[in-house]
């Protein structure tokens, strides 16, 4: 009797074995995790935003949560495209992710964009990694990553622009935590 595997079926994308297909897929799985994990960090932010740059900062974010959450919606999707069921369970995120949660709270604009500078340092270096990793195997899964990368580095430029003075000095460049980053870029 052939069994039955419910986190992968026995197909994936034409012109790859199933095994680096779901390889490929396999690999997609921590990228799902790290972009729920941030759409939901992002939103955390814009309800915890305070002070004058307020409403710039907490109005920028949304549009960023939204363009997020449509890349967690096509890894997922590329995902099962290749034969692999993403799992977009908030218990198996937190077992999987190798990241503390977000940990600023009630906080200034400047201090939000800062430690969220590091997070996206975080996110940005690990989906390049995917990308070295995924793309011996897979360009069309690499051209999906790629293009995310693109959009998230943007981002990090949109929000760096608030953090910089003239010299394009960071404030709180070599911070090595979000409190620190935070705190530096509050004095
Ligand atoms: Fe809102």
Redesign the pocket.
């Known amino acids: 009797m052939a069994t039955t595997n419910q986190s992968a079926a026995p197909y994936t994308v034409p012109g790859l074995s199933t095994e680096n297909g779901h390889e490929v897929a396999q690999t997609l799985q921590q990228r799902l995790h790290a972009l729920n994990d941030l759409q939901l960090t992002l ?1 955390h932010a ?2 915890n935003v305070v002070g004058p740059n307020f409403i710039s900062v ?1 109005e920028m974010l ?1 549009p960023q949560i939204e363009l997020v959450r449509g890349f967690v919606d096509e890894l997922a999707e590329r995902m099962a495209t290749m034969g692999v069921g993403p799992s977009g369970l908030p218990g198996d995120l937190v077992q999987a992710r190798t990241w503390d949660d977000y940990s600023v709270h009630r906080a200034t604009a400047v201090e939000h964009l800062a430690a969220l500078d590091l997070v996206y340092n975080g996110i940005i270096e690990d989906h390049r990694d995917a990308i070295q990793k995924v793309g011996e195997l897979d360009p069309i899964t690499e051209d999906m990553l790629i293009g995310q990368v693109k959009e998230l580095e943007l981002f990090q430029w949109f929000m760096r622009a608030h953090l910089e003075n003239s010299g394009g000095v960071l404030q709180h460049g070599g911070a090595r935590t979000e409190q620190d980053a935070a705190e530096s870029a509050a004095q």
């Open positions: 939103k814009h309800w907490h949304d």
